[in-house]
């Protein structure tokens, strides 16, 4: 008697089991992906907020070196490179270069402001006035 036994074959995934794996990506895919972007822009929002905020301390030590804030004419440069006719000045007054929005914009700076003796803002991601959610301007006062 003798036994003929089958060769085995290595079995490889089906269609079938593929297309299901696959939907199992999409849907966890499609649920996470939005709420992961959603918090990269939080962090842009805050990472604004971080440096409007080390930017008023500088124009505060800078104010009180000089005896007042930078005009708009020199803006927020007056914390980095002394200005001409400014005797007093004792800075730089940031650490590091003049960085700007996390959004890659430059920040506005207007002295006198509108809203206190200066107005200091990022535009937000869309880089223009007003706005909603990330495109919103983030503003120090």
Same mark, same amino acid.
């Given at each position: @008697? =003798?036994?003929?036994?089958?060769?085995?074959?290595?079995?490889?995934? =089906? #269609?079938?089991? /593929? #297309?299901?794996? @696959?939907?199992?990506?999409?849907?966890?895919?499609?649920?996470?992906?939005?709420?992961?972007?959603?918090?990269?822009?939080?962090?842009?929002?805050?990472?604004?907020?971080?440096?409007?905020?080390?930017? =008023?301390?500088?124009?505060?030590?800078?104010? #009180?070196?000089?005896?007042?804030?930078?005009?708009?004419?020199? &803006? /927020?440069?007056?914390? @980095?490179?002394?200005?001409?006719?400014?005797?007093?000045?004792?800075?730089?007054? #940031?650490?590091? =270069? /003049?960085?700007?929005?996390?959004?890659?914009?430059?920040?506005?700076?207007?002295?006198?402001?509108?809203?206190?003796?200066?107005?200091?803002?990022?535009?937000?991601?869309?880089?223009?006035?007003? &706005?909603?959610?990330?495109?919103?301007?983030?503003?120090?006062?």
């Amino acid at each position: @008697m =003798t036994t003929c036994a089958l060769p085995l074959r290595p079995r490889g995934f =089906t #269609l079938l089991e /593929l #297309l299901v794996v @696959m939907v199992i990506i999409g849907l966890l895919a499609g649920y996470v992906g939005p709420k992961f972007f959603g918090q990269i822009g939080k962090s842009e929002v805050k990472a604004a907020r971080a440096q409007i905020d080390a930017f =008023t301390k500088a124009l505060d030590q800078y104010r #009180l070196d000089t005896g007042r804030y930078p005009s708009t004419e020199q &803006g /927020l440069q007056a914390l @980095m490179t002394r200005p001409a006719d400014e005797p007093k000045w004792a800075g730089p007054y #940031l650490s590091k =270069t /003049l960085p700007k929005d996390p959004w890659g914009h430059d920040y506005q700076y207007r002295s006198p402001g509108e809203h206190g003796e200066y107005d200091l803002l990022s535009w937000g991601k869309d880089g223009r006035p007003g &706005g909603d959610g990330e495109d919103a301007d983030i503003t120090s006062w």
